[in-house]
T-cell receptor, first 110, second 114 residues
Framework: EDKVVQSPLSLVVHEGDTVTLNCSYEVTNFRSLLWYKQEKKAPTFLFMLTSSGIEKKSGRLSSILDKKELFSILNITATQTGDSAIYLCAVVFYGQNFVFGPGTRLSVLP | DGGITQSPKYLFRKEGQNVTLSCEQNLNHDAMYWYRQDPGQGLRLIYYSQIVNDFQKGDIAEGYSVSREKKESFPLTVTSAQKNPTAFYLC?????????????FGSGTQLSVL
């Protein structure tokens, strides 16, 4: 059975801290891995990862994929209160659809 | 502006009642999806459709029904057979077959039982 696991499930930090969110998967016919940020309602797209070892960056956020060990991490440096959200990891596999993990709820305190 | 529109934002269901959630997209995407999100949980797939007049069950299809008569529209009906319908429902769409396939989401509908 295809499965995506995220850790931690919940995280509380203070502004300025650096956080690392983890996503591991057991999926046949892997195609890509996606990260989304869900602040209130609609998840918004952050990154798509398809190749191992290539870091994707967007401002203070970065992500990398390890297809051999079947995991990805999402790093957020110098966190701000606006980073508070649920971060969702999803794996896309050939011939089917998207499998989501449970999400990591990040709270950034001032 | 292109996007996905879900309505209503909030919906209340009485016992034994069927309710329908609307999802419309103008992105010209072939594939559309319905997800359910419970507090503290990720997204679980209810139904998806890759083409007009065709759809498949997801992981938790029992108590739900869909139709795909137009490319732009993918309404979800929560039937009285769904005994625990209180949840946040997200509709999404994607371009099928693209190498950079990803989901675009609507703003969701919060369904509650009276």
């Amino acid at each position: 059975e295809d499965k995506v696991v995220q850790s931690p499930l919940s995280l509380v930090v203070h502004e300025g801290d650096t956080v690392t969110l983890n996503c591991s998967y057991e999926v046949t016919n892997f195609r890509s891995l996606l990260w989304y940020k869900q602040e209130k309602k609609a998840p918004t797209f952050l990154f798509m990862l398809t190749s191992s070892g290539i870091e994707k960056k967007s401002g203070r956020l970065s992500s990398i994929l390890d297809k051999k060990e079947l995991f990805s991490i999402l790093n957020i440096t110098a966190t701000q209160t606006g980073d508070s959200a649920i971060y969702l990891c999803a794996v896309v596999f050939y011939g089917q659809n998207f499998v989501f993990g449970p999400g990591t709820r990040l709270s950034v305190l001032p | 502006d292109g996007g996905i529109t879900q309505s209503p934002k909030y919906l209340f269901r009485k016992e034994g009642q069927n309710v329908t959630l609307s999802c419309e997209q103008n992105l010209n995407h072939d594939a559309m999806y319905w997800y359910r999100q419970d507090p503290g949980q990720g997204l679980r797939l209810i139904y998806y459709s890759q083409i007009v007049n065709d759809f498949q069950k997801g992981d938790i299809a029992e108590g739900y029904s869909v139709s795909r008569e137009k490319k732009e529209s993918f309404p979800l009906t929560v039937t009285s057979a769904q005994k625990n319908p209180t949840a946040f429902y997200l509709c999404a769409s994607s371009i099928r077959g693209a190498t950079n396939e990803k989901l675009f989401f609507g703003s969701g509908t919060q369904l509650s039982v009276l």
